[in-house]
């Protein structure tokens, strides 16, 4: 059974940083793609960021140049860098596991609880 658990989330002021982690209990977990997810109030969730296998990344277009995942599979976790955050980064934030390389929700089927962002002054 797959269990994620994410941590790292926080209170900042716009333009600060946050560091997500994600410890996933997989038995294999090298061979998952890993994304990261937020759900904000009255939006529907959306993708982040991804990473394959070997490292290679896709990012929603809001996020890219200020967000960064990465993974280290000698610990079976996944990070997620945010750095000049906005207000609108403000979410729910979500580890998934899934076998198809994507930012699409309806490929990935094992979920974290999710780790809380707030952006305010």
């Known amino acids: 059974q797959v269990q994620l658990v994410e941590s790292g989330g926080g209170s900042v002021q716009p333009g600060g940083s946050l560091r997500l982690s994600c410890a996933a209990s997989i038995y294999t977990y090298s061979t998952y793609y890993m994304a990261w997810f937020r759900h904000a109030p009255g939006k529907e969730r959306d993708g982040v960021a991804a990473?394959?296998?070997?490292?290679?990344?896709i990012y929603a277009a809001s996020v890219k140049g200020r967000l960064t995942i990465s993974r280290d599979n000698t610990k079976n976790t996944v990070y997620l860098q945010m750095n000049s955050l906005e207000p609108e980064d403000t979410a729910l934030y979500y580890c998934?596991?899934?076998?198809?390389?994507?930012?699409?929700?309806?490929?990935?089927?094992?979920w974290g609880q999710g780790t809380q962002v707030t952006v305010s002054s």
């Open positions: 998934a596991a899934g076998r198809v390389f994507s930012l699409r929700l309806g490929y990935y089927n094992n």
């Open positions: 990473i394959d296998t070997r490292g290679g990344t």
